[in-house]
């Protein structure tokens, strides 16, 4: 948290994030690059507000929406998303799993995967990639929109150097990652549609 | 604490100031009276707004006023942990409206913290002295840049928003191109962001 992050989402990605209207995957992603990113919680905060003005200038419907006949007691203050034991990394307090608790499956020399289980219906895919140091993803394509970010190490690809907390925002590009050479990475990474592999 | 405030008259005073505007105000009499009055005022001036919200996204009537209710009495027992330092109260209680929304009617889980849990530890915990008028003040500033947009930008904002649609989805219901909604959303922003800025 105290590397400067150089590599954020698209605005309009984070305004899709704020709507609450990004797949859930996509949503999954941005969050973790939030909880690591002071610019973009302040941005957020912002669209939130955009948010909330532009739902209360929308025409007022008519009818009454019935309040309970006494205010519940409020004594029992609820709790907060803090205190169910994930602290501010929203992976491990959605589904109780540190980095060093993941079952990694081989993808091929130096490449691991693991796959997160979404919601019923939801569209897309969600998975953590680690890269052995100096090692590199086949080249590859996407058919939609994806969304990778750094949690521990870097890789580097033709675009750029990406390092922890950094979001690389990729659509439908081929691109061919490699791990940092001294420390391999760690990303969390969000595809809206499946993966074109070449050859 | 809590003092009433005037805004202060700025070149962005919005032409009429909706419910949500008096939201810091009606919010700071529920975290402190708690009275029955200020419970039957927060439903009536929000009830039916977040009871649309819900039907725009496709929820029956009935489903639409439980997550109405449901919003409604979150904002009313979470009021007492609530602080101005924490962000706006409108923010808040779309937060907590758009949050029962992904996880009841899509059926997803919610990767959207609310404000006040993000906020823990992380921003600056020192209030500005009279945080009900400058939250007032910002959400001003938001309406009055909204009301300024061009249509077809808020159009856009608004199916993103209100609609919950997804950038593609935005671009098939109005025949564009996904890269102009996508260029829309980040010029409204910019206004926004503007609008605010002299305010940070």
Same mark, same amino acid.
Request: net charge negative; proline share 6%.
């Given at each position: 948290m105290n590397a400067t992050i150089r590599h954020h989402p698209d605005t309009s990605t984070l305004m899709s994030f704020a709507a609450g209207a990004l797949a859930?995957?996509?949503? %999954?992603?941005?969050?973790?690059?939030v909880s690591m990113c002071a610019q973009c919680r302040d941005e957020l905060r912002d669209m939130e507000l955009l948010g909330a003005t532009l739902l209360g200038t929308e025409p007022t419907p008519g009818g009454r929406v019935a309040a309970p006949a006494r205010p519940p007691d409020a004594t029992l203050a609820e709790r907060t998303s803090n205190e169910r034991g994930g602290g501010s990394d929203p992976i491990a307090s959605k589904y109780g799993l540190a980095l060093d608790q993941i079952p990694w499956k081989r993808l091929a020399p130096g490449v691991w995967q693991h796959h997160l289980e979404l919601s019923p219906g939801a569209q897309g895919e969600l998975y953590f990639i680690k890269l052995a140091p100096?090692?590199?993803?086949?080249?590859?394509?996407?058919?939609?929109?994806?969304?990778?970010?750094?949690?521990?190490?870097? +890789?580097?690809d033709a675009s750029g150097e990406f390092r922890r907390g950094d979001m690389q925002e990729i659509d439908k590009i081929e691109h061919q990652p490699v791990g940092d050479r001294e420390e391999g990475c760690?990303?969390?990474?969000?595809?809206?549609?499946?993966?074109?592999l070449k050859g | 604490m809590l003092r009433p405030s005037?805004?202060?008259p700025t070149a962005y005073a919005p032409r009429s100031v909706s419910a949500w505007g008096r939201m810091p105000d009606l919010l700071s009499r529920i975290a402190t009276e708690r009275s029955d009055g %200020? +419970?039957?005022?927060?439903?009536e001036e929000f009830g039916p707004q977040i009871r649309h919200y819900m039907m725009r996204h496709g929820a029956d009537a009935a489903t639409a006023e439980e997550l109405a209710q449901e919003t409604l009495l979150a904002v009313w027992r979470k009021a007492a942990q609530y602080s101005a330092a924490k962000g706006t109260p409108a923010t808040w209680m779309f937060s907590i409206a758009r949050n029962l929304r992904i996880d009841r009617l899509r059926r997803e889980v919610c990767w959207q913290e609310l404000s006040d849990d993000v906020a823990e530890g992380t921003a600056s915990e020192d209030a500005p002295p009279d945080a009900t008028a400058s939250e007032r003040q910002r959400q001003a500033r938001v309406q009055a840049a909204l009301t300024a947009l061009p249509d077809d930008q808020r159009n856009v904002v608004a199916l993103a928003f209100i609609e919950g649609l997804p950038h593609h989805a935005i671009a098939e219901r109005l025949s564009l191109p996904l890269g102009t909604v996508k260029s829309r959303l980040r010029l409204a922003y910019q206004k926004v962001r503007a609008a605010l800025e002299d305010l940070k």
């Open positions: 859930e995957p996509l949503a %999954a992603a941005c969050s973790v690059h100096g090692c590199r993803l086949p080249l590859h394509g996407h058919t939609g929109a994806e969304l990778t970010v750094v949690l521990t190490g870097a +890789f580097t760690v990303c969390l990474v969000a595809a809206e549609g499946p993966y074109l | 005037i805004d202060s %200020a +419970f039957r005022r927060l439903f």
